[in-house]
């Protein structure tokens, strides 16, 4: 009974439920109609509008609620630990822009350094030379190798010394370099970074030292400088008994003439003879100038006891002193046969300890956020706000288009006869404006539900209605007025332009373009390259080993101070090293030069670009010649300063004089050239000349060269125009005593030059014997950089 009742009850429920969705009416008439037609648009348009909003409804709910976002999420003042998990997880679409962008090295970088034992062994002390010279007082030939030791152990110990100075100076210019970084660098990135500083680092201290090193050497062989231990000329009392002249020694073939690096294995003999050995020294040398033989030895006798102990004996009158061998078990980069020079060029460390604290470069960057991104899903709440936001402008949008939409597609047509389509259009037209203006004057947008017929309550809502028409009309008229006529800014984004695209918005928005660069920092070798051309001299016959040969003399003994013969083999010497000098310098500073970075936080116009490229070319080219030409002053100035003596005697004569005690001493004289005395300019010159030994040629001057004080002063007021003519090198070539001709070709002067046959090597030196610089910059490589 209860079920029969139940299932009557559902049907009644269903059969009332279907009349009301059947009568249901959303759009009613006011006031209401009976008019079968409209009735009909009403109900149609209801359920119209229904399906409509049930179906959009629900795609909209389902693209909010299936559709992939991207969600960007921002972390405020992340800790190390936050940022390293934010890493691990985003490291893609990580971002966390740094409070400070640029960081001291020092902040986060440490080098250490550890030397070779010998900079720390008894070798290089006080006691161990002292102790060595007291032999000297006790030698009687000058030739005996064992005046040397005590000042190649000195020249170690400076060695030992002026690196530890230059790297510590090294060090105070590295640390206060900046790292630069917009945001926070990942621990790789920042480990690979700063191993390339101190690799640079490393390099450039390197290069800088032995740049340093070279010139000393190659200007102290283009001078000729007399060694005070007679290790490269000897002194030669002629027939008169009072004056003095040079001659070059030989090692093993080798003239100190025409190489500074000739050696002797440092033997010491029995007797002063010199033909019999008592002791050959494993790995060390005696030579020309004591630091080139030093950087041609080795340690290796410095590592056995038993040759320490037995040196000694030939080394000291006095009793043995305690200096103990150098390690051979300490771990080593080095082998016992390792030249002294190869131990410069490492710079004499063991071992680089370099330490980059990725910590403490956090704790100097402390970002400020960070901004990560991830593909997600729209939660609840932002569907449920979003379904509500958007229904009320839907049902308004279906309400005004839905009746609308259904009354046009039923309205009734009447049948019209073609004679009365006319009359309609006049009726319709003369009836418009009442038409219209009933319209208005019976609108009512706020009808009251059920709909009423007092009287009163028509009036409100007609009188609001009008209310409400004017008051929409004129605000919109206001927002039309106001947003056609206001100025307004619009800032257009455009993700990741390609470098046309850049170009094409440059073209348009100068003024007002920005494009934030992805990296701030960019070194110039990315997109900045640097190539030269050396004056043709550089490359000529007149630097090489077999030019220079041929100038040496047969018998130097009866030369002049002014012969060309005399002075010309370590003029062009000179000239040879300064090509190599000038090489290594710009090689070094190009190192430097690279690494340097270009700093710009927005892309660089083109123009810019390039106005600022040609200023880093600029600043380059000055620098590096002022480098070196400030490096050469400096030793021409302590030169003349410490009044060296030349070996070719080209600034002082040596003479034998008496004393008042009638002893004999040595006595030096001031060269003069030209009433200019050498002892107070070194810059004094006379005419290069040959004195033929043939008596029908008279003397040949050597257009253009000079000789003087010092080689290298005199090279320097010189010119190259005898040898841009190839009969002046002919007749040159004549004069030069030798069994036959060099082929010697002529510089051509027919190629293009900054410089002309006039031009003195001093010029040459202060323009870096450079004839044209090539920068090259590449803004498409910037471009992709930034």
């Not at 389902?62 to 691990?88: F, G, H, M, R, W």
């Not at 920042?190 to 490393?202: I, M, P, R, T």
């Not at 071992?351 to 609840?380: G, L």
């Not at 000239?575 to 090689?587: K, V």
Request: hydrophobic share 35%.
């Amino acid at each position: 009974m209860n079920m029969t009742n139940t299932c009557r009850r559902a049907l009644e429920f269903w059969r009332k439920f279907k009349q009301y969705c059947q009568n249901l009416n959303l759009f009613p008439s006011v006031p209401l109609t009976t008019d079968e037609h409209q009735l009909k648009n009403q109900i149609i348009s209801t359920r119209l509008y229904i399906i409509l909003f049930t179906l959009s409804i629900t795609i909209l709910l389902l693209y909010t609620s299936l559709a992939d976002i991207t969600k960007t999420i921002n972390v405020a003042t992340p800790t190390l630990t936050k940022y390293e998990q934010l890493y691990s997880k985003y490291s893609q679409t990580l971002t966390c822009p740094c409070k400070h962008i640029s960081v001291n090295y020092q902040k986060f970088l440490s080098i250490e350094y550890t030397f070779h034992q010998i900079c720390t062994s008894v070798f290089i002390t006080d006691e161990w030379i002292t102790h060595n010279d007291v032999i000297l007082h006790y030698l009687d030939t000058t030739n005996d190798p064992r005046i040397v030791v005590s000042y190649a152990f000195q020249a170690l110990g400076a060695f030992c010394e002026l690196i530890e100075s230059t790297i510590n100076n090294s060090l105070i210019q590295f640390n206060s370099s900046q790292y630069i970084t917009a945001s926070v660098a990942s621990s790789d990135l920042f480990q690979s970074q700063a191993q390339s500083f101190v690799d640079q680092f490393k390099l450039s201290t390197t290069n800088n030292f032995l740049l340093s090193l070279n010139m000393i050497r190659k200007t102290t062989q283009g001078n000729a400088f007399l060694s005070g231990q007679l290790t490269n000329y000897y002194l030669k009392v002629k027939s008169d008994n009072s004056s003095v002249s040079t001659n070059s020694i030989s090692y093993c073939d080798c003239n100190c003439r025409l190489s500074s690096t000739c050696v002797n294995q440092l033997s010491i003999y029995k007797n002063d003879s010199g033909n019999v050995t008592s002791f050959d020294v494993p790995g060390f040398y005696v030579g020309c100038y004591v630091i080139e033989a030093l950087l041609q030895s080795t340690l290796q006798c410095f590592y056995d006891q038993t040759c320490i102990d037995e040196l000694q004996v030939y080394l000291t009158t006095a009793s043995l002193m305690n200096a103990t061998a150098l390690d051979p078990s300490l771990s080593s980069q080095y082998s016992e046969n390792s030249t002294i020079e190869y131990l410069l060029n490492n710079l004499m460390i063991e071992k680089w300890n370099s330490t980059p604290i990725y910590d403490r470069y956090y704790d100097e960057c402390q970002p400020i956020q960070c901004t990560y991104t991830i593909k997600t899903r729209n939660s609840v709440i932002h569907i449920i706000t979003t379904m509500f936001g958007i229904i009320g402008g839907l049902i308004t949008v279906l309400k005004l288009v839905v009746p609308r939409l259904v009354k046009f597609i039923r309205k009734r047509r009447s049948r019209l006869s073609p004679s009365n389509i006319g009359v309609l259009l006049t009726t319709y037209v003369r009836n418009l404006f009442p038409i219209l203006k009933n319209y208005f004057l019976t609108l009512n947008l706020f009808p009251s539900w059920p709909p009423s017929t007092d009287e009163h309550q028509l009036k409100n809502q007609k009188i609001s209605t009008r209310l409400y028409v004017l008051l929409l009309i004129l605000s919109i008229t206001i927002l039309l007025l106001y947003t056609s006529l206001t100025d307004i800014t619009i800032t257009i984004n455009v993700p990741t332009p390609t470098l046309t695209k850049y170009e094409q918005l440059y073209s348009k928005y100068s003024q007002t373009l920005t494009c934030p660069c992805k990296h701030i920092s960019i070194n110039y070798e990315k997109f900045l390259s640097i190539e030269y051309t050396f004056h043709q001299i550089c490359t000529s016959v007149f630097i090489t080993d077999e030019w220079i040969s041929y100038l040496m003399m047969s018998n130097e003994s009866t030369a002049a101070n002014i012969n060309f013969q005399w002075t010309g083999s370590n003029a062009f010497q000179a000239l040879g090293a300064f090509c190599e000098l000038i090489e290594s310098t710009i090689n070094n500073s190009l190192i430097q030069f690279n690494s340097t970075q270009y700093i710009t936080a927005s892309v660089a116009s083109l123009e810019l670009f390039k106005s600022q490229a040609q200023s880093f070319v600029d600043q380059f080219i000055s620098s590096t010649t002022n480098t070196f030409v400030s490096s050469l002053n400096t030793i021409r100035n302590s030169t003349h300063g410490d009044s060296l003596v030349s070996g070719l005697l080209t600034n002082y004569l040596i003479s034998v004089g008496t004393s008042v005690s009638n002893e004999a001493i040595v006595l030096t004289g001031s060269v003069v050239y030209s009433n200019c005395g050498c002892e107070r300019s070194s810059t004094c010159i006379a005419q290069s000349s040959i004195l033929s030994s043939h008596a029908n040629m008279g003397t040949f001057y050597v257009p253009g060269f000079y000789t003087g004080c010092y080689v290298i002063e005199a090279l320097l007021q010189s010119t190259l125009r005898c040898f841009y003519d190839q009969n002046c090198i002919n007749e040159l070539l004549l004069y030069l005593p030798s069994a036959s001709l060099m082929n010697a070709i002529a510089l051509n002067s027919s190629l293009t030059s900054q410089y002309s046959e006039d031009s003195t090597i001093e010029y040459l030196l202060n323009n870096l014997m450079i004839e044209e610089w090539n920068p090259t910059q590449i803004y498409d490589r910037y471009y992709d950089e930034c």
